[in-house]
């Protein structure tokens, strides 16, 4: 698993964002997450609600059980994580001026673009759908032109087959009688 896809694994969906949550940020920008969080308080003006959240009991108890070991232990009990969006972990790296910090943040940022390319291909699923619903009438077209095409090769069949016996019968009730043969014969020697 590549970088990007390592960070991809640390965004989550809440409220309708994609965020990450400011131990993960802490560990990539390799700042403790007490720092971070000074950092982010101390400049608290460049974090608006919409790049910058705290989470609900509710929201840490959902995200944290999908955490095969949850860094619960680094964290008090009392004290829920903060979560940034994109624009967030962007301004993250402004605040903490740190070479690392601003590697990661172009790497992040990389991550969340990837995310965002693949969910938009995610209307994939109903443009597909759409395909198949225009397949499906296509389908049902052929066969009905198909089914009418049967039919009159079945009813031309069926007149053939009468004029063919109409032929033969007439032929059958009207024996013709033999014609000559038209044309020069050859003199016989008898003559």
Do not use: C
Request: no cysteine; aromatic share 6%.
């Amino acid at each position: 698993m590549n970088e990007i896809q390592a960070i991809q694994n640390m965004i989550y969906e809440i409220r309708g964002q994609r965020v990450m949550l400011d131990f993960d940020l802490a560990a990539l920008y390799n700042v403790e997450t007490r720092v971070l969080n000074q950092a982010v308080k101390r400049n608290i003006e460049r974090f608006p609600s919409d790049f910058m959240f705290q989470l609900t009991p509710n929201e840490w108890a959902s995200i944290s059980s999908q955490f095969v070991m949850t860094s619960r232990s680094k964290r008090p009990k009392s004290a829920l994580p903060f979560v940034f969006t994109e624009h967030g972990t962007l301004m993250l790296a402004s605040v903490l001026r740190s070479d690392i910090a601003v590697e990661m943040s172009i790497k992040i940022t990389r991550a969340f673009v990837a995310m965002r390319t693949m969910l938009l291909s995610s209307s994939l699923p109903s443009k597909m759908y759409e395909l198949e619903e225009n397949v499906k009438a296509l389908r049902e077209e052929v066969n009905a032109i198909l089914e009418d095409q049967n039919e009159i090769n079945e009813d031309t069949r069926v007149q053939l087959d009468a004029i063919s016996d109409a032929l033969a019968q007439l032929q059958s009730n009207n024996p013709q009688p033999r014609r000559p043969i038209l044309g020069f014969s050859k003199p016989s020697d008898n003559q």
